[in-house]
C-alpha cells in the first residue's frame, strides 16, 4: 500500500497483519491488524506508531485479535493542525472501535497513550476490560521528593512544547531530539538502524514533527500538571490494571508508584529489570508474557 506522505517511507511488511485506511470524523487514520478472536487495542507512544508493537502482535495475534492504529499525526495516520489534547485523542480511539464495531476491549498502552488509556477506564470503562500501562506514571501519584533527582532528565518535555522549536529539533537535520528519545533503548547496540529510521522517516514532515510538538504542548505537560495538584485524587479505577515499568528507565522511581490503593483496588505494579523506557522495543518477550498472563486470569469476583 502506498503512503502518500512524501518523507515517511513505505508501510513495513509483518507476516500475518493486514493494513487499512478508517475514515472518522476529521481524520483518516492507518490501522494494523493480525489475528483472530477477542479485541485488543494497541496505543503507541512517542514519537512512535504501530510499528512499536512488531515484536509483540505474532504472540499477541495468536490468541486475540490485534488492533494497532497510528494515532492522530502519527506514522501514516493524518496530521492536522490541530486536535492534539486528551478529549481529542480519546475521541478518536473511541471513533476507531465504533468503526471497528468493537464494543469492548483488552488495552495496552505506552508512554502518551497510557495516559488516554487512563483517561478510557475513567471515563469510559465500559469499553476497557483489562488494562496494560507501560512506562507512565499512574494518575494517582502525589509529589515526592523522590521524583526530583530524576526530573532533570525531562528536559526535552518543555523543549519539545516550545512553538517553533519542538518541531524543529525533532523533525530537521539529524532530528536530535527524536533521536535522543531512543537512548532510553538499552538493548544492547541500541534500536537497529532499520526500525530507528521506520520512526524517524515521518517525523521529516513537518505537520507530523508539528503534531509531536502539540502533543507535548496540550497532552504531555498539562497532564503532568493536573496529576501532581491532584486532579485524581478522589478518582476511582474499577479496570483491573498492570502497570509495567522497566527499572533501567531513568525517569522513573519506582519508590514513589505506590499509594494507589484507595483510588485503584485492582491495579499492580509489575517490573522489568533492565527494560527502559521504551519496554516493547527493548524486552518485547517479558511484555507479552506478562500481557498474556494478566490477560489471561479469570475475572475478579
Same mark, same amino acid.
Given at each position: ?120 477506564? #475513567? =471515563?469510559? *470503562?465500559? $469499553?476497557?476490560?483489562?488494562?496494560? @500501562?507501560?512506562?507512565?506514571?499512574? %494518575? ?96 476511582? #479505577? =474499577?479496570? *483491573?490494571? $498492570?502497570?509495567?515499568?522497566?527499572? @533501567?528507565?531513568?525517569?522513573?522511581? %519506582? ?47
Amino acid at each position: 500500500m502506498k503512503n502518500t506522505s512524501h518523507t515517511a517511507p513505505e508501510l513495513p511488511s509483518l507476516a500475518g497483519v493486514e493494513h487499512r485506511f478508517i475514515d472518522l470524523p476529521g481524520l483518516r487514520m492507518h490501522v494494523a491488524e493480525a489475528g483472530t478472536g477477542e479485541p485488543v487495542l494497541l496505543l503507541h507512544g512517542f514519537p512512535q506508531h504501530w510499528w512499536e508493537w512488531r515484536d509483540v502482535i505474532p504472540g499477541l495475534a495468536e490468541h486475540y485479535r490485534v488492533i494497532a492504529p497510528d494515532l492522530r499525526g502519527a506514522g501514516w495516520t493524518d496530521a492536522p493542525p490541530d486536535g492534539y489534547t486528551k478529549r481529542r485523542l480519546t475521541a478518536d480511539v473511541v471513533a476507531l472501535l465504533d468503526a471497528l464495531g468493537v464494543d469492548r476491549v483488552r488495552l495496552v498502552a505506552h508512554d502518551f497513550s497510557a495516559i488516554i488509556g487512563f483517561g478510557l477506564c #475513567l =471515563d469510559r *470503562p465500559e $469499553l476497557v476490560e483489562r488494562y496494560v @500501562a507501560l512506562a507512565v506514571p499512574h %494518575p494517582f501519584i502525589r509529589f515526592d521528593a523522590r521524583l526530583l533527582p530524576s526530573m532533570w532528565r525531562l528536559w526535552f518535555q518543555p523543549v519539545m512544547a516550545t512553538p517553533g522549536i519542538g518541531a524543529r529539533v525533532v523533525g530537521r537535520g539529524r532530528q536530535p531530539v527524536a533521536r535522543y528519545f531512543f537512548d532510553y533503548v538499552v538493548r544492547p547496540g541500541g534500536l537497529p538502524a532499520d526500525d530507528l529510521e521506520l520512526f524517524l522517516a515521518p517525523l521529516r514532515d513537518p505537520s507530523r514533527a508539528e503534531a509531536g510538538s502539540l502533543l507535548y504542548r496540550h497532552l504531555i505537560l498539562p497532564e503532568v500538571w493536573h496529576i501532581l495538584h491532584g486532579k485524581y485524587r478522589d478518582a476511582q #479505577l =474499577d479496570t *483491573p490494571t $498492570l502497570l509495567m515499568y522497566g527499572l @533501567a528507565d531513568p525517569g522513573i522511581n %519506582p519508590d514513589v508508584l505506590g499509594g494507589f490503593e484507595h483510588n485503584a483496588s485492582h491495579m499492580e505494579l509489575g517490573f522489568i529489570d533492565d527494560g527502559s523506557h521504551y519496554l516493547v522495543d527493548d524486552r518485547p518477550q517479558e511484555v507479552l508474557d506478562r500481557t498474556l498472563e494478566f490477560f489471561a486470569r479469570p475475572a475478579a469476583a
